[in-house]
């Protein structure tokens, strides 16, 4: 079965600090790789996903995020951060029809 | 645009009793899916529907019960709530799970 590890529970930040988080996954197959963000009080909504291709992937808002295969990573990016981007992200894999997310990344940005 | 809907968005119950969560879909979607969210756990993946006429069990299914009614409609039932169930349920569903979900608004349950 497929599993996502992410690392860094809790970050805080201040408004225009870059963001990184990371991501890893195993799975013996290949995969479909997915971030989504979930804002306070809402569900959870697709920031960007990888299926092919480039592994340079742009989402909404900014967000991009970079598979490399050969570190099983898939680490989502924003160069500028605004106090909207507090939220909870998750990294997602998917495998055996359907998506194994992992504990999410608490982020929290200070005007 | 309803895309996943779910009800109630609360609920409150008492240990023992039990209840039904309501999930339809309007994509046309095959796949369809529970999650619970925890704090400090992300989403575990209670059942699962492939397609119409099908049900597995995910990574926690023990306490629940699921219903592929028809293609737009996945409900979860709680047959007897016990405080450990109190969490914030998310509904989902996907043309096919490698594509990614949508999900509904979510479920808060409490069971006191």
């Known amino acids: 079965a497929q599993s996502v590890s992410q690392h860094n529970h809790h970050v805080i930040l201040s408004e225009a600090a870059s963001l990184e988080l990371g991501c890893n996954y195993s799975y013996g197959g290949t995969v479909n790789l997915f971030w989504y963000v979930q804002y306070p009080g809402q569900h959870l909504q697709l920031l960007l996903k990888?299926?092919?291709?480039?592994?340079l992937v742009k989402g909404i808002k900014g967000f991009e995020a970079e598979f490399i295969k050969s570190k099983f990573s898939f680490n989502l990016r924003k160069p500028s951060v605004q106090w909207s981007d507090t939220a909870e992200y998750f990294c997602?894999?998917?495998?055996?029809?359907?998506?194994?997310f992992g504990k999410g990344n608490q982020v929290v940005v200070i005007p | 645009n309803a895309g996943v809907t779910q009800t109630p968005k609360f609920q409150v119950l008492k240990t023992g009793q039990s209840m039904t969560l309501q999930c339809a879909q309007d994509?046309?979607?095959?796949?369809m899916y529970w999650y619970r969210q925890d704090p400090g756990m992300g989403l575990r993946l209670i059942y699962y529907?492939?397609?119409?006429?099908?049900?597995d069990k995910g990574e926690v299914p023990n306490g629940y019960n699921v219903s592929r009614l028809n293609k737009r409609e996945f409900s979860l039932r709680l047959e007897s709530a016990a405080p450990s169930q109190t969490s914030v349920y998310f509904c989902?569903?996907?043309?096919?799970?490698?594509?990614?979900?949508?999900f509904g608004s979510g479920t808060r349950l409490t069971v006191v």
């Open positions: 529907s492939a397609s119409e006429g099908t049900t």
């Open positions: 989902a569903s996907s043309p096919a799970g490698q594509y990614g979900y949508t």
């Open positions: 994509m046309n979607h095959n796949s």
């Open positions: 990888y299926f092919s291709g480039d592994p």
């Open positions: 997602a894999v998917s495998g055996n029809n359907r998506l194994a």
